[in-house]
């Protein structure tokens, strides 16, 4: 029985340890990012823009989400809120250009991160390159271990450009925005 105790009293300590480290290195950790990934479609920028911009619609495409509520025009833009797997996020469009640009932000400041992000389409002779900037802030120190760490700063961006891929039958991949041409 105090053998169990012992186990059991290290594996918690090791926890804590473990937690501790990555809290002290997540809040040493700058928590403004830009990660940028973009792909190649076939579809012709119009095409690849209106579905990107009917939001309500994105469920049928997007895995990750399970509702888009429009919540109308605030000060001038647009909002939305996504209802997804881990949770509700409200975000507006700041800028809309269509079958061009397209820049939303996340209005909610209690979620332990924030930021935006600007869709440039660019046509080619293959049909669009779509490329995704991300301009994050991570506040908690925590969310920014694990984005930096564990899941990666352009895991978000890749599942979407991946379910947008697969959305319009193709099986392109992301790429760094640096190195497609």
């Known amino acids: 029985?105090?053998?169990?105790?012992?186990?059991?009293?290290?594996?918690?300590?090791?926890?804590?340890v473990l937690v501790a480290v990555m809290l002290v290195?997540?809040?040493r950790l700058n928590p403004n990012h830009v990660a940028s990934r973009a792909i190649r479609l076939k579809e012709a920028p119009t095409e690849v823009y209106a579905v990107i911009h009917d939001?309500?619609?994105?469920?049928?495409?997007r895995s990750d989400l399970k509702k888009v509520e429009m919540l109308g025009v605030v000060d001038g833009h647009p909002r939305f809120r996504e209802?997804?797997?881990h949770g509700s996020v409200t975000y507006e469009v700041l800028?809309?250009?269509?079958?061009?640009r397209l820049v939303t932000r996340i209005v909610?400041?209690?979620?332990?991160?924030?930021?935006?992000?600007t869709q440039v389409l660019t046509p080619n002779d293959k049909g669009t390159l779509l490329t995704i900037t991300e301009n994050g802030e991570v506040s908690n120190p925590m969310f920014r271990?694990?984005?930096r760490y564990v899941f990666g700063q352009t895991s978000t961006i890749?599942?979407?450009?991946?379910?947008?891929?697969?959305?319009?039958?193709?099986?392109?991949q992301p790429e760094p925005a640096a190195t497609v041409n």
């Open 108 to 117: 909610d400041r209690d979620l332990g991160y924030s930021g935006s992000w």
């Open 145 to 147: 271990f694990m984005s």
């Open 25 to 27: 290195i997540g809040s």
């Open 83 to 85: 209802q997804g797997s």
């Open 158 to 172: 890749d599942n979407y450009l991946k379910s947008l891929a697969k959305h319009f039958g193709e099986s392109s």
């Open 95 to 100: 800028e809309d250009v269509a079958g061009q």
């Open 55 to 61: 939001f309500e619609r994105s469920p049928n495409w």
């Open 1 to 16: 029985m105090k053998m169990l105790l012992l186990v059991g009293v290290v594996i918690v300590a090791v926890i804590i």
